[in-house]
Each structure stands twice: as C-alpha cells, then as structure tokens.
C-alpha cells in the first residue's frame, strides 16, 4: 500500500539526508571544541528543518488519508483524532 | 453560519476565560515584583493551555470544513493547505 | 527587594496588558462564529508575544542575578540550574 | 581553548550520534512506506532529543562563561545578549 507521501518521497528524503548531514555537523563541531552559541544556532537550524519534513508529512497525510471521502465517517473521525494527536506531539515536543 | 467548533464553543471560552485569568495573574506577580522564575512558570502555563485551546480548533475545523466529503477535490485541497499553514505559524510563533 | 527585571517593569507590564487584550479578543472571536483559520492566527500571535514576554524576564535574570559576581560559586551554580530548567519548561510547554 | 561544554563533550557526543541514527531511521521508514503517524511520532522525538542537546550546551555555557566573574561587566553584558538570542532563536525556530 502506498501512504499520503509517495509523490512527495523523493523530496522528503532529500530533506532527511541533508538533516542527517547536519546533525553529524553539530557532533563535529562539538569535537572541535566550536564556540557554543555557534553551535546552538545549527541546532535551532536543525529542528527548524525537520519541523518542515513534518509539515510535508503532515499536508500529504491530511489530503490523502484525512480528507479521504472514500471512506467512513467513522474511519475519518478516527483519522482526525490521530492527526491531532500527532500535532499535539510536535507542539509539545 | 457555524463553524467546525460551534459544539465546542462553551469549552474554548471557558479555557479562554481561564487563560485571561492567568495573563493577569502574570501581570500581578510583576506589579508586586515576585522571582522571575516563578512568573516564568506561570508564563511557560499560559503557552500550553493556549496551545490547549488552538489543539481544540484545529480537530473541529479539521474533522468539520477539511474532512467534509460534500465539498469539491478542489475546495478540499485549498482546506488542506490553509490548515497546514495554521499548523506551520503554530509551530514556529 | 528588587528583581532583574525592576528597569524594565513598565514594559513588561504594556506588553501583559496588550496580551491580556489579545487573549480577550480571541474569545470574542469565538463568540461571533469567526473562522477557525482567523483564530489560530491570532493565537499564534498571542504565543509569540508571550515569549516576548518571557525573553525579557530571561534576560534581566540572567543579567542580574545569574551573571552577579557578587554571590557565591554554589549560589551562582544553582541559579544557573534554575533558569535552565525554566528554559527547558519553555522550550517543552 | 576550552569552551564551557568541555567536561559534558563525550556526553553530547553520544547524544548527538545516537540523533544521527534517529534521523536516519526516519528516512528508513519513508523509504520504507511507513505510516506517516509513525514517522511522526519519531520527528517529535528526534525534535525532543535536540533540545535536550541544547539544554546541555545552554547550562555549560552559561555556568562557564556568562556567569563568570572574571569577566569585565560589559563582556558579561554582551555574553548574556548573546544567549538571549540563542534561546529566542531556539524558541522561534
């Protein structure tokens, strides 16, 4: 079965390797004794990469599985409740 | 015309209510100078209740005016990509 | 006594007042049936200028009574794991 | 020279290789065509991870050089605008 994002794939791992890139920037920058602040700042650009990776995930999934009309009121009432949740996880970390 | 969250309405104002309470508890502990940490606290309560009440929103709005099987693919995408803005500006403030 | 924030009371207590009005006006926006897109963006709004709010009290914390010269070296240890536990409690709400 | 997070350094190191692995699990589950909740239950924690990162850096740096009574006041001035902004920056995203 294909989810929400398979027409998105390509894109989102993309985004997922240059992420993965960063993070080992971080731990070398952290190896070579960088400045703290510096550091910091690779970081707030980090979580502000994958909070977009998020969003991607989140538009795919709200258009092909939430907004499904396909399928049962009931199905789709237990598809907002997950997505919420997911959401509400993202917020509140 | 009712929006998704007009069932719920009685629910956000009372969270709403609350949450100006708090602002002016806030504003309180500044005014008689208590410890920064504390008015922190308080502060770092109002940001999750608030978040509380946009979580609220967003699954009636979601469950209501995105996942509505009545509307057109075209409108339903156009839901989508509002909400997933909404999501995104909640996100990053 | 006096906090950190002593100098900058005045506009630490406008910008209260300002969102105490801003959290008000959210509810009434919810009273008059507005559109829930409309609402969250104002309570991202209201988010952002909380944590206003809570980078100036950081701010002159830090200045006056983390950074003080004047205390203790076990004093100044258990400041900083103070304010690094409110940051924590903003950063995770 | 040794900057505040020299004696944590092997802590944060094996934090951050251990987030590396995490976002490389995440693009594993969307080459795999996982479930898009899942894949973002694993951002919130990779999300949550990262901070923890950043708390450990904010806390040595400043124990170790805002806090630090060697300083001249206005060298302590700017280090502690300087963290300021940091943490707005992490805050904001």
Same mark, same amino acid.
């Given at each position: 079965? $294909?989810?929400?994002?398979?027409?998105?794939?390509?894109?989102?791992?993309? /985004?997922?390797? /240059?992420?993965?890139? $960063?993070?080992?920037?971080?731990?070398?920058?952290?190896?070579?004794?960088?400045?703290?602040?510096?550091?910091?700042? $690779?970081?707030?650009?980090?979580?502000?990469?994958?909070?977009?990776?998020?969003?991607?995930?989140?538009?795919?999934?709200?258009?092909?599985?939430?907004?499904?009309?396909?399928?049962?009121?009931?199905?789709?009432?237990?598809?907002?409740?997950?997505?919420?949740?997911?959401?509400?996880?993202?917020?509140?970390?």
């Amino acid at each position: 079965m $294909q989810y929400g994002y398979a027409d998105n794939k390509e894109n989102i791992l993309k /985004r997922l390797k /240059r992420i993965e890139g $960063q993070v080992r920037g971080v731990a070398r920058m952290v190896e070579e004794d960088k400045y703290c602040i510096d550091i910091l700042t $690779q970081i707030s650009a980090v979580d502000a990469a994958m909070d977009k990776v998020a969003i991607e995930l989140l538009r795919d999934h709200t258009k092909h599985c939430v907004a499904n009309p396909a399928i049962s009121p009931e199905a789709r009432d237990a598809k907002v409740e997950e997505v919420i949740s997911a959401i509400n996880r993202l917020l509140r970390k």
